[in-house]
T-cell receptor, first 111, second 115 residues
Framework: GEDVEQSLFLSVREGDSSVINCTYT??????LYWYKQEPGAGLQLLTY?????DMKQDQRLTVLLNKKDKHLSLRIADTQTGDSAIYFC???????????FGGGTRLMVKP | NAGVTQTPKFQVLKTGQSMTLQCAQD?????MSWYRQDPGMGLRLIHY???????DQGEVPNGYNVSRSTTEDFPLRLLSAAPSQTSVYFC??????????????FGPGTRLTVT
């Protein structure tokens, strides 16, 4: 099946930028997503990017997509302690109904 | 709106016991899904439904049954629990009109332990 990979853990200092990376294998991916999971809660959609785009910016969030290398990243500018959470990358193939999730990256922000 | 609600929050079962995880949403969403979350493995789709009376299997359906008699409710049944089903279970819903954002609304999760 299709695969989505993420590193498990990232630690940054408050005020620094965070970059969370994701690689995927499905060459037919149409949309790619970033979800955030805070402790004890379900996932919440942060942002998404269409596969024919290279970049999308939304306030402190910047998504970069390298479709050739099948690499997606999420940059959080001026990271705050409230950004501490698990971040999941997900891709949607051209079949439509299902998302494939990565294993999640736990972001820890130190004051 | 309460959004997506799940009960119970926590459950401990013995191997071989059965139980039903409840999921309800009050947003009139047609699409509902069940996922399980295991450490380092992200979310894996168990079953999903695109409307009342319609269900389909996801990536890891074995050992689980679902039904969808109403738009609001989508229960997940474990017929004979096994330790491999120890996990956190999330229910999610979305509207087909969510379009390309594909935004799913997740419940708070049920943490299940099978001993």
């Amino acid at each position: 099946g299709e695969d989505v990979e993420q590193s498990l853990f990232l630690s940054v200092r408050e005020g620094d930028s965070s970059v969370i990376n994701c690689t995927y294998t499905d060459s037919s991916s149409t949309y790619l997503y970033w979800y955030k999971q805070e402790p004890g809660a379900g996932l919440q959609l942060l942002t998404y990017i269409f596969s024919n785009m290279d970049m999308k910016q939304d306030q402190r969030l910047t998504v970069l997509l390298n479709k050739k290398d099948k690499h997606l990243s999420l940059r959080i500018a001026d990271t705050q302690t409230g950004d501490s959470a698990i971040y999941f990358c997900a891709e949607r193939g051209d079949a439509g109904n299902m998302l494939t999730f990565g294993g999640g990256t736990r972001l820890m922000v130190k004051p | 709106n309460a959004g997506v609600t799940q009960t119970p929050k926590f459950q401990v079962l013995k191997t071989g016991q059965s139980m039903t995880l409840q999921c309800a949403q009050d947003m009139n969403h047609e699409y509902m899904s069940w996922y399980r979350q295991d450490p380092g493995m992200g979310l894996r789709l168990i079953h999903y439904s695109v409307g009342a009376g319609i269900t389909d299997q996801g990536e890891v359906p074995n050992g689980y049954n679902v039904s969808r008699s109403t738009t609001e409710d989508f229960p997940l049944r474990l017929l004979s629990a096994a330790p491999s089903q120890t996990s956190v279970y999330f229910c999610a819903s979305r509207s087909p009109q969510a379009g390309v954002s594909y935004e799913q609304y997740f419940g708070p999760g049920t943490r299940l332990t099978v001993t």
